[in-house]
């Protein structure tokens, strides 16, 4: 499992580039999804050939993670027929990220945020069975969800359904750094994985607890809120394009903080 993704939403046609980078920077855990809305997933699989045949790494040096997205979240470039049932469309989406990818499998398929905003509907249960499948032919090792509430989580436990690996949710300081979603995960030992942490959070990256820790580490600020993020057990996405960034991301992990430091940032906001 790694303990830090680069995720690949946004960058468009610096994609392929951006993710051979981040391989050759030493990340080893990538992100992405079936969504031309907003990532080229292609692309991604661009970049990793290139590092393949340049032996910067092995497919078996990698945890590869994609999302499965319903068409309200997707513009016209749809990966599956829109006519399809939600199973089917499950299938093709998946197909799709394989040939995309240039793998067999994947490490974690995710499904890209419920149906709702106010519940785990039919239509969840019906895609998340469907995932299920996928994984037990092999094409995911693990699932997830994402962009959900703690809502979601009890409704789709309650249900029956499998529980998910993975949580991905963007990470808010002003709501206790998803406090009450990350505490469900921690009880029922689902990793929880915390995006946007620096560009959701601009109060905190200009708070003074934050500058007097980074003066005291030599560190950034954003690395220290990465190593916060990795004591308080999630795992961190970075999409950052820029080099000398993606090193020092990476360079977190060598942070230390105490656990008074960890209290403090947990608190900051929320």
């Known amino acids: 499992m790694q303990d830090f ?6 960058k468009e046609d610096r994609t392929q580039a951006l993710t051979e980078l981040a391989l050759r920077t030493g990340f080893r855990g990538i992100d992405t ?10 692309a991604v699989g661009q970049g990793l050939a290139a590092a393949y045949r340049a032996g910067v790494v092995t497919r078996a040096d990698l945890f590869l993670q994609t999302k499965f997205t319903y068409q309200r979240g997707q513009d016209q470039r749809l990966p599956y027929d829109p006519k399809a049932n939600l199973a089917t469309q499950v299938a093709q989406s ?3 990220s394989l040939e995309h990818l240039g793998t067999d499998h994947v490490d974690s398929y995710v499904l890209h945020g419920p149906a ?3 519940g785990w509907t039919d239509d969840d249960a019906d895609v998340w069975a469907a995932m299920v499948k996928e994984r037990d032919a092999g094409r995911t090792r693990l ?5 959900v509430g703690l809502h979601h989580l009890v409704q789709m436990t309650a249900s029956g359904a499998e ?9 808010f300081a002003r709501l206790g750094w998803d406090r009450d979603v990350r505490a469900f995960c921690r ?11 620096l560009t959701a959070n601009p109060e905190v990256l200009g708070h003074p607890l934050i500058a007097s820790i980074a003066s005291r580490s030599r560190a950034t600020r954003a690395q220290v809120v990465f190593r916060f993020a990795q004591q308080v057990e999630m795992l961190p996405l970075t999409g950052t394009s820029d080099a000398e960034h993606m090193k020092q991301d990476l360079a977190s992990r060598d942070l230390t903080l105490s656990a008074d430091e960890v209290r403090q940032i947990d608190s900051l906001a929320g």
């Open 5 to 10: 993704l680069y995720g690949t939403a946004w």
């Open 94 to 96: 998946m197909q799709s």
């Open 33 to 42: 999804a079936n969504q031309r809305r907003h990532y080229v997933e292609a």
């Open 116 to 118: 709702s905003g106010y």
């Open 163 to 171: 529980a998910p690996h993975f949580v991905q949710n963007r990470c």
């Open 143 to 147: 699932l997830g969800v994402s962009n």
């Open 187 to 197: 009880e029922r030992n689902i990793v929880y994985q915390g995006f946007s942490l």
